[in-house]
């Protein structure tokens, strides 16, 4: 059963301290998703890859967020420096690379980050 | 950008009964349509999807409708269970995915 998934699952960290979460999208999905999740917000789009390359990251905040795919097999998303408000669920997806425009969208468990 | 706008934000219903959460979209390049189910402390996974140029898709108990003149889409969810009680997320897709604020469900028993 081919998942997504994502490590951590669970974070915490002071203020101000570096955090990268990491996901490891399924094997040949060439398209990739970074959604943070909190009760006000719902899911809120953060940055999209596709093919390793950023297509669209303006949801992030560029002074303290950073994505980036290194290879096919890993994504990243990093906060430096953290901050309370950054507390949140993390969620990465990916897509099938041959799926085309009408595909589903697979959710990795989250990593749930608590900045105190 | 896509905007998606989603309610109710909460649905409380008696088991049997019928559930429906509606969405509105803002962007006519969409052209997929899901719905996501997400349990507490889960991920969020897909329970049915519509593409555009389909008015109407059922599966068992759930069903969705997808009207592109006026730019909104429904879940129904018939006969209604306990183990539906969840959180709801509608998502419309060009490129990226764009989900709605997501609905609350509780199914009493």
């Known amino acids: 059963d081919a998942r997504v998934t994502q490590t951590p699952r669970h974070k915490v960290t002071e203020m101000g301290q570096e955090v990268t979460m990491r996901c490891q999208p399924i094997?040949?999905?060439?398209?990739v998703f970074w959604y943070r999740q909190t009760m006000m917000q719902g899911l809120e789009l953060l940055a999209y890859?596709?093919?390793?390359?950023?297509?669209?990251d303006s949801g992030m905040p560029k002074d303290r967020f950073s994505a980036e795919m290194p290879d096919a097999t890993l994504a990243t998303l990093k906060i430096q420096p953290s901050e309370p408000r950054d507390s949140a669920v993390y969620f990465c997806?990916?897509?099938?690379?041959?799926?085309?425009?009408?595909?589903?969208?697979?959710f990795g468990q989250g990593t749930r980050l608590t900045v105190v | 950008g896509e905007n998606v706008e989603q309610h109710p934000s909460t649905l409380s219903v008696q088991e049997g009964d019928s559930a429906v959460i509606k969405c509105t979209y803002s962007d006519s390049a969409s052209n997929y349509f899901p719905w996501y189910k997400q349990e507490l402390g889960k991920r969020p996974q897909l329970i049915i999807d519509i593409r555009s140029n389909v008015g109407e898709k059922k599966d068992q108990r759930i069903a969705v409708t997808l009207n592109k003149t006026a730019k909104h889409f429904s879940l129904h969810i018939t006969e209604t269970q306990p183990e539906d009680s969840a959180v709801y997320f509608c998502?419309?897709?060009?490129?990226?995915?764009?989900f709605g604020s997501g609905t609350k469900l509780n199914v009493k028993p």
């Open positions: 998502a419309a897709r060009f490129n990226k995915f764009y």
């Open positions: 997806a990916s897509l099938p690379q041959h799926g085309g425009m009408n595909t589903e969208a697979f």
């Open positions: 890859f596709r093919n390793r390359a950023p297509l669209d």
């Open positions: 094997l040949g999905h060439n398209t």
